[in-house]
């Protein structure tokens, strides 16, 4: 079992920064990739950010390309989405997740994971 614990999360202005951590606990070492997930009120949930818990390779989702960064710091199990430039459409509840499947669904994919986190909100004023 993996457990996930976010924080961070607030009411922040359009253009604010913001980061998020998310503190894995328990069997850790069986993580393949973590991933970052919103979903905003009507809509369905959707893919943010995700990376190895190697590191070697990060993916993007396209509205988030070049505002959101993945990272983390193995040595405190902790998985981080700095979130820059924010716009009003990223309001949203933001979870971290883990999935210890090297293959299978994308990685883009909430299927592919198998532990979630609580979530916490974000929400962007314009």
């Known amino acids: 079992q993996v457990q996930l614990v976010e924080s961070g999360g607030g009411l922040v202005q359009a253009g604010d920064s913001l980061r998020l951590p998310c503190a894995a606990s328990?069997?850790?070492?069986?993580?393949?990739?973590m991933g970052w997930f919103r979903q905003a009120p009507g809509k369905e949930r959707e893919f943010v950010a995700a990376?190895?818990?190697?590191?070697?390779?990060?993916y993007y989702a396209d509205s988030v390309k070049g505002r959101f960064t993945i990272s983390r710091d193995n040595a405190k199990n902790t998985v981080y989405l700095q979130m820059n430039s924010q716009k009003p459409e990223d309001t949203a509840y933001y979870y971290c997740?883990?999935?210890?499947?090297?293959?299978?669904?994308?990685?883009?994919?909430?299927?592919?994971?198998?532990?979630w986190g609580q979530g916490t909100q974000v929400t962007v004023s314009s």
């Open positions: 328990g069997r850790t070492f069986s993580t393949y990739a």
């Open positions: 990376n190895t818990w190697t590191g070697s390779r990060a």
């Open positions: 997740a883990a999935t210890t499947k090297r293959y299978g669904s994308s990685i883009k994919n909430d299927r592919r994971y198998d532990y």
